[in-house]
C-alpha cells in the first residue's frame, strides 16, 4: 500500500513533466516574448527619463540664452538712446552758431532795410522804380532765408544723427569683438580716435561750404514760386503756409541728391578744413596706436555707409516729413501771434516780410530751446528711421 501511494503521489511529477515537454517551444516563445517586453520596457523608461533631462537642459540652457538675448537687446537699447541724446546735446549745438553766422552774413537784409528806410525819409532821392525793385529783392532774399534756414536745421539733424547712429553701432561691435576675443584685457581693434574724429569733422561742412550751394539751389525755387505774387496780396497764416510748402515741394523736386550739401566730393575736406582736422589729428595720435591702413579702412566704411543712406529713399522721405513738422510748427507759432488781429490775421505779403526773415532765427536758436528740433527728435518717422540706421549698419 505504501509503495503504490508513494508513485501515485509521484504521478504529478511526471503529468507536468510531459505537460512541459509537450508545450516546451511554446513556453520558451512566452518566456523570450516576455524578456523582450521587459528589456523594451526597461529601454523604454530610460529613454523617457533621458529625454527629460535632456529637455530639461535645454530649457535651462534656453532660459539662459534668451536672458542672455534680452541683456544684449537691453545694452543695445541703452546705447541707442545715449547717441540720440548726444547727437542734440553735443555736435548740433555746436553747429547751428555757425549756420546762423552764415547763413545771415550770404543773406544780408539790414542794407536793403536801411537803403528802403532811407527813401521813406528822402523821397526825391530814390525813384519808384527801384523802391519797387528795392522791395523785390527783399521779397525774395526774406523768403529764401527762411527757407534756407529751415532746409539746414532739418538736414544738420538728420545727417549728424546718421553719422552718430553709424559710428555708434561700429563702435559697440568693435567692442563687442575684441571684448570676445581677447577676454576684455584691450580695445586695440576699436575704432580709432583719429578716426572718429575725422569722420565727425564732417558736420562742419554744410555751415561752411554745403551752405553757399544749398542757398543758391533754394533762391531759384523762391524766385520761381514769388516773381508772380504782388507785395500787396493779403495772406493768412494756412495760405502763408501754403506759399512755404510751394517753395519747399519746387526745391525738393529739383534734388537729385542730397550728399552735396552735407559732403564734399571725393569725401575730401577743403583746405581749411584740412588744416584744422590735421591739429586735431596729432592731438589725438599721442593716445591713439592705430595703425594708418586701419585707419583708411574704417573711415572708408564708414563714409560709405553714411552716402548709401543719404542717397536712400529712406532718408528722402523723412526729411520731408521733419520739414513739415518744422513748417507745422512755426505756422502754429504765428497763428498764435496772430490771435485776435482786426483783419482776421490777413495782412499784405509786404507786412509779412519782416516776420518771415525772422523765422530763421527761431530755426536756429539754441537747442535747449529749439522748439523744432524738440519736435523733429520725438517725431515717429525720425525715431524709426534713426533706429533702422542704428541696426543695419555693421
Known amino acids: 500500500m505504501a509503495s503504490a501511494k508513494g508513485l501515485l503521489d509521484l504521478s504529478w511529477y511526471y503529468n507536468a513533466k510531459g505537460w512541459l515537454k509537450k508545450r516546451r ?12 517586453g521587459v528589456c523594451v520596457y526597461c529601454l523604454a523608461s530610460w529613454y523617457t527619463v533621458r529625454v527629460r533631462q535632456q529637455a530639461q537642459e535645454a530649457s ?26 548726444i547727437s542734440d546735446s553735443t555736435t548740433l549745438p555746436s553747429v547751428l552758431p555757425q549756420v546762423k553766422d552764415r547763413l545771415f552774413r550770404l543773406v544780408e537784409l539790414s542794407d536793403l532795410t536801411d537803403r528802403l528806410l532811407a527813401g521813406k525819409d528822402n523821397p526825391q532821392g530814390m525813384s519808384h522804380q ?14 529764401t532765408r527762411a527757407i534756407s534756414a529751415m532746409t539746414a536745421v532739418a538736414l544738420l539733424e538728420l545727417f549728424i544723427r546718421v553719422q552718430m547712429n553709424i559710428l555708434g553701432r561700429h563702435m559697440y561691435i568693435h567692442t ?25 569733422e564732417f558736420a562742419e561742412f554744410l555751415p561752411h561750404y554745403g551752405l553757399h550751394l544749398l542757398i543758391e539751389d533754394i533762391k531759384v525755387s523762391v524766385e520761381k514760386i514769388m ?14 503756409k501754403d506759399l512755404l510748402a510751394q517753395i519747399l515741394a519746387d526745391f525738393i523736386s529739383q534734388q537729385v541728391e542730397w550728399t552735396k550739401y552735407v559732403l564734399p566730393t571725393y569725401d575730401i575736406l ?23 591702413t586701419d585707419d583708411q579702412a574704417d573711415f572708408g566704411t564708414l563714409m560709405a555707409e553714411t552716402r548709401a543712406v543719404l542717397s536712400s529713399m529712406e532718408f528722402d522721405t523723412v526729411l520731408e516729413a521733419v520739414l513739415d513738422v518744422i513748417l507745422n510748427e512755426a505756422m502754429s507759432e504765428y497763428r498764435a501771434a496772430c490771435a485776435g488781429s482786426s483783419t482776421g490775421g490777413r495782412v499784405p505779403l509786404a507786412r509779412l516780410l519782416p516776420s518771415v526773415a525772422n523765422l530763421a532765427s527761431s530755426f536756429l536758436e539754441h537747442i535747449d530751446d529749439n522748439r523744432f528740433i524738440i519736435a523733429v527728435s520725438t517725431h515717429p518717422k525720425v525715431q524709426s528711421f534713426c533706429a533702422m540706421v542704428y541696426a543695419s549698419t555693421a
Open 176 to 200: 563687442a569683438r575684441v571684448l570676445s576675443t581677447a577676454g576684455g584685457r584691450g580695445l586695440e581693434g576699436d575704432l580709432s580716435l583719429s578716426c572718429q574724429h575725422r569722420f565727425l
Open 25 to 36: 517551444k511554446a513556453i520558451l516563445w512566452a518566456a523570450a516574448a516576455t524578456g523582450a
Open 130 to 143: 527801384d523802391k519797387v525793385q528795392l522791395w523785390q529783392r527783399i521779397k525774395i532774399l526774406s523768403f
Open 227 to 240: 516773381k508772380s505774387i504782388s507785395l500787396k496780396q493779403p495772406y493768412d497764416s494756412y495760405e502763408l
Open 60 to 85: 535651462r540652457f534656453a532660459i539662459l540664452d534668451k536672458d542672455a538675448e534680452d541683456r544684449v537687446e537691453l545694452q543695445l537699447q541703452c546705447h541707442f538712446e545715449s547717441i540720440q541724446q
Open 270 to 292: 577743403p583746405d581749411g578744413m584740412a588744416v584744422a582736422l590735421t591739429e586735431a589729428d596729432d592731438a589725438y595720435s599721442l593716445n591713439d596706436r592705430s595703425t594708418t
